[in-house]
């Protein structure tokens, strides 16, 4: 098996001593280097002190809890990929970690190769965007600028930040655009895990990028569905589709 790329560091925040241990050992054979941060107050200062490539973050933390430690995170670094860490099943868990920016989400107790074949695609992500946006980082349509470097995102008077994951996805439809991009498409090349997110997940991203940039989310011109077969991006409010 191809082990993980020898540079990658990560940060591990993680309370539960026992499950710690255990990641950071299984993790530093497949020669990541560990940093391993036991709440949410260690993890803002390693943070604020080394670079990490990703940073594994559980929720339920002494302190200051993996959500507001993301909050942080973000604000410094939009791009860093973040994966949470949760033993809670609940959605309101799984929506608030995706608003705040977790790149993906981990119910505990998960196995460990699906927990290397997140981060492993995670951090095949990062590389694909920073190859993509550093050529261009800001695009322009409508009354809306996006900086694909800092996240940033203007619309008219109004100023907000994507989370990495759904400029990638915009990003990717926009590379595209005026062509139909599928969602086993877009789980192959932004998600890289193919199935084991569902494709449902696919269609929230759109529903958020679309209130987000749509005049009106409901009847959507620029990002438009293409019946059972994907979406389609186009920045000129077109009414038809390509044929
Ligand atoms: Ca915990």
Redesign the pocket.
């Known amino acids: 098996m191809a082990k993980g790329n020898y540079k990658s560091k990560i940060l591990l925040v993680?309370?539960?001593e026992t499950l710690a241990i255990g990641l950071r050992y299984n993790l530093t054979e497949e020669n990541y280097r560990v940093v391993w941060a036991k709440d949410g107050r260690e993890a803002l200062k390693y943070f604020g002190s080394q670079s990490f490539d990703l940073i594994i973050l559980?929720i339920?933390?002494p302190y200051y809890d993996g959500f507001e430690v993301a909050r942080r995170i973000r604000k410094k670094s939009p791009q860093m990929p973040i994966l949470m860490l949760s033993a809670r099943t609940a959605v309101k868990d799984r929506v608030t970690g995706l608003e705040i920016g977790a790149d993906d989400y981990l119910t505990k107790p998960f196995h460990l190769e699906e927990l290397l074949a997140r981060i492993k695609g995670m951090l095949r992500r990062k590389m694909w965007y920073r190859e993509l946006t550093s050529a261009q980082p800001i695009y322009s349509f409508g009354d809306i600028e996006i900086n694909f470097e800092n996240l940033s995102c203007r619309k008219g008077k109004r100023e907000f930040r994507l989370t990495p994951l759904e400029a990638m996805v915009l990003k990717y439809l926009i590379d595209h655009k005026g062509k139909i991009v599928s969602r086993k498409e877009l789980l192959e090349k932004v998600w890289n895990i193919g199935s084991k997110v569902e494709t449902r997940t696919i269609d929230n991203f759109i529903m958020r990028l679309r209130k987000y940039l749509e005049p009106d989310p409901a009847k959507p011109v620029y990002i438009k569905s293409v019946r059972s077969a994907g979406y389609i991006f186009s920045d000129t409010k077109v009414s038809s589709l390509p044929k």
């Open positions: 993680e309370d539960e559980d339920m933390l």
